[in-house]
């Protein structure tokens, strides 16, 4: 039986909930969030990435709860949004707009004139946004305001100016999360760009000083990242040589880095990286450019687990179903692409001990209304029954971001904890559950 678990000490948590009655009937699911470990991820970043060569951003997408977010702050980290309802939480948050970064593939002009004002850097989309962030630019220089943003342009890196870059260089191996493909709709698509047109863009633009790279998210190679990360450096060499002047001083080289979600410890993905572009790209870590990165997944994910009580169980078709509160609501990739995003479970009894029962082909059903809503479906787990409990593991990223609110279920309380080298553990509410009052009042004008 594999040792899920042990680094985020979910078992001994997890009975430390129970006793205390944070889980309980009338409290049946959480999100908890392991604060040692999430620091532990952040700091993996920096030592494989370091000052004064890089500036680390938190891809808010992942899990935008504003205590992560403190965690992330007090770090070191800036964070990235990707839209502007993200940018207003990040600032509630305590996060300083100049450490900000906006990827938004959609900004309007209210919110390029907000950032263009408080010093939040932008990454243009394509060229008809960044036409208009250039004449908003000239406005707002002329009404006398003081304009003081970075800007950059997002490529998408996957063709160099039409010709492949690498004879692999192709989607990851989950389609959906792969952001360079040829017709993905984010960033400037170079296979289809005129680079003199480009470069009239960076000529008549001065303040124009960035490109960003991003090739994908869980289940990209590292090898494909590197090689998108490597043709951005080379079109800011064939630009700010063609214009005589260093123009492009800063390279973002986004997130993406993958996760091992069937393994417990950490699968230093950063440092393997970092050899990797030291290897390719190795002046990314000589200060010629000021190199910015956005991880998300990979900081969060392994630092959190969801737990669930099983309110009820039936055998349908020979297989032991248990209905949970873990279902598409909470996991929206993992049960409607159910082949590809998948994490494990382990089964505890009412008193949060690991249950090492005779194992069953099981389902484990959510809450909705639909037939598909299982986040597992026929796996092997030990036999279950009313009252116990299911740890989701590794689900601290694209879980409680990605909320659904089908069927109208109130969304989850999520919790940050830490236990100690006694082996106190101390928790702490950062999300409370959701109400039906808030959930009418969605539906209300």
Known sequence: MADYGT???????????LRESILSKENPCGLFIDQRVLEENLNEIKSAFPEPYFSHHYAVKANPIKSVLKVVKDNGFGVECASFGEIFNALQAGMAPSDIVYDSPLKLEDEMRYCFTRGIHMN???????????????????EGAVVKAPIGLRI????????????????????????ATPTSKFGLPIKDTDFETLLRMFEKWPELNGLHSHVGSQGVDLHLMVAGVKAVVELADKINERLHRKQICVIDIGGGLPVDYNHDESNHMP??????????VPRLFSGDFEVLTEMGRWVVATSGWFASRIEYTKVAGGVLVGITHAGGNMFVREVYMRDVWHHPITVYDKN???????????????PLCFSGDLIAKEIS?????????????????????????????????????????????????IKRKETVEEISSFWDA
């Open 7 to 17: 680094r985020c000490d979910a078992e001994r948590t997890l009975q430390h909930l």
């Open 124 to 142: 243009f989309d394509n060229l008809e946004e960044m036409e208009t962030g250039y004449q908003l630019y000239r406005s707002l220089q002329k």
């Open 156 to 179: 998408n890196s996957q063709v160099w100016f039409g010709v492949v870059a690498d004879p692999e260089y192709r989607a990851g191996a989950i389609e959906a999360t792969s952001t």
């Open 271 to 280: 440092a393997k990286y970092a050899e990797q572009l030291r290897a390719e």
């Open 352 to 366: 949060g001990n690991r249950k090492t029962t005779e194992e069953r082909i099981c389902n484990i059903a959510g």
């Open 381 to 429: 787990l030990p036999a279950f029954k009313k009252g116990d409990f299911i740890i989701y593991h590794h689900t601290a990223a694209y879980s409680i971001s990605m909320y659904s609110k089908y069927n109208c279920v109130p969304a989850p309380p999520a919790y940050l904890y830490s236990v100690d080298e006694a082996q106190k553990v101390e928790v702490r509410l």
